[in-house]
Structure formats: structure tokens, C-alpha cells
């Protein structure tokens, strides 16, 4: 699906925010790209997307280059930003109008979206609040059935019902043709949907798994004595107890939590490139 390689990319008179980098990401995934502000998740999308051109290296999606923009590409690939401009117009012109570009496009699934969402199509896109208007493009996002989908902070705006409907909605919806990439803060918003887990820092891939890799090689769990937790790769103080993440020692499988996990990998690089037996570039 997405192939990058040695990539190299800076804004004007900027020191390199990505040098080299190198990823790989596969159909028939929910991606969750994590990372601090600042690290770069918004221009690799933006890259990713055609929207930013590398400076040199390569980077194909599907076999396009996105730097071309051609109209085969660009009529299989969807993306919702984290701030975007609704035109003033009816929900229903937005479909007629924008659907078109779509050959993919499904109306009925639209429309079973947005009832999902509890949005009338009747309604002018301009009039509705910030989250109202996440609901309509992820909607829209979603019947567009793009090989790439692309949704950058998708939770933001919404509330706690249709954060459950936006889970729902997403799971329900992937193929194997399909790829989707999530870049948000939000990680507790998607616990049990997005996998692979890959973690920017500093313009580089610092960390790259499967949940199944990560519950194999990790064990995550509440521990009441900070004894317990000496070999941890990172421990956080609760109301409960200490939070932590720990080496998987006994086979066990635990839930992961995505907060601790991206906790651990950002303060434990060294002992995370040991633990799965990969080179992460930290340097």
C-alpha cells in the first residue's frame, strides 16, 4: 500500500524534518500514527497524501507517486484534517457535488452514516457546530471507500456517544483493500481499533508493531507495590496502584494501553529496540 524509502524532506531555511526515513505500511490495517507535537505526523500524512513533495528518496502509494497527483490516485484516497473549511452548502449538495469525484462512492452507506451520527442531510454544512461537521466528512470519508483513508485527530470535536459510533462505524468498514491511517492524541479513543502502532519522534520511526507483536513481547497491568515493578519499562503512579509496562516474561496476554505503551518507547528506546529485535532510529 504505502512505501516509503530514505526519504528526505524540509520546510524553507528549516534544519530536515525527515532525513532517510523509511516505512512500510500494508492494506488491511487501521494504522495509528502516534507521536508528540511537533514530530511530524501531520506533514508525513500531508506527504503521504500529495499535498507536500519530498525533497528526494521515494514514496509510492498503491504504485503512485502522490507528487503527481494524478486523477486515478486521487479519486482513491480520502483525508480529514484536523481543521478543515465546510463549504455553504445543503449536506445533500455536498454529496451530489463532491460524491462524483468518487467512483467508489456509496450513497446508501452515506446515508446510513449520517443516521448512525444522527445528522440531517437537509442542514447547510456552514451551520453546524465544529463536531457536527467531523461527523458529515468522516461520513463522507467513509462512503467514499477509498483504498487510503486518511483522518488526522477524527475524535476531536466528538462526543463520548459518537466517539462509540465513530469506532463502530470504522471497524465495521475495513476491508482487506482498505488502508487506514489515524493520527491523534486521543489514543484511549482507540483502544481496541487501530493496528499497527508506529510512533514518530523527531521526524523519525522510533517504534513499528503489530498489537499482537506488542502484547507478545510486553505485559501491561496494575501492580500495588512499587517493588513489583522494578524492571518496568515505565510505571506511572495511580489512585489503584502503578500503572506499568513490563517485559513479557510469562507468556501472558494483557490489553495494551496505548498511553503507557507510547510512554515506553519514548523514554526506553534502547531497551524497546532489545525487547523486538529491530534497529529503531534514534539517532
Known sequence: ??????????YKKRSPLFSDLDLNVESG??????????????????LIAGLAYPKSGNLTVN??????RLPAFLADLYIVPEEFYAPAMKINQFEKVYGAFYPKFSAEQFDTYLREFEIDRNNRMNKL???????????????????????????????IPSKSQFRKLLAGSIDDDKCYIISTHQVRDMINLI???????????????????????????????ESLI???LYA???PGGY???????????????????FNAVVTNKSRMQELFNRTLKTQ
Open 230 to 232: 522494578h524492571d518496568a
Open 243 to 261: 500503572l506499568a509496562v513490563t517485559p513479557n516474561i510469562t507468556g501472558e496476554e494483557t490489553e495494551v494501553d496505548l498511553e503507557v505503551l
Open 195 to 225: 493496528d499497527p502502532v508506529i510512533i514518530l519522534e523527531d521526524g523519525k520511526v522510533i517504534f513499528q508493531a503489530t498489537i499482537e507483536e506488542i502484547t507478545n513481547k510486553l505485559h501491561f497491568g496494575l501492580h500495588f507495590q
Open 63 to 68: 504504485g503512485y507517486n502522490p507528487a503527481d
Open 1 to 10: 500500500m504505502i512505501t516509503i524509502n530514505q526519504l528526505n524532506f524540509h
Open 129 to 159: 457546530s465544529y463536531g457536527q461537521k467531523k461527523k458529515v466528512l468522516l461520513s463522507f470519508g467513509l462512503a467514499t471507500n477509498s483504498s487510503l483513508l486518511i483522518l488526522d485527530e477524527p475524535t476531536n470535536g466528538l462526543d
Open 236 to 238: 506511572e503512579r495511580t
Open 29 to 46: 490495517n487501521i494504522c495509528g500514527l502516534l507521536g508528540k507535537n511537533g514530530a511530524g505526523k501531520t506533514t508525513l500524512l500531508k
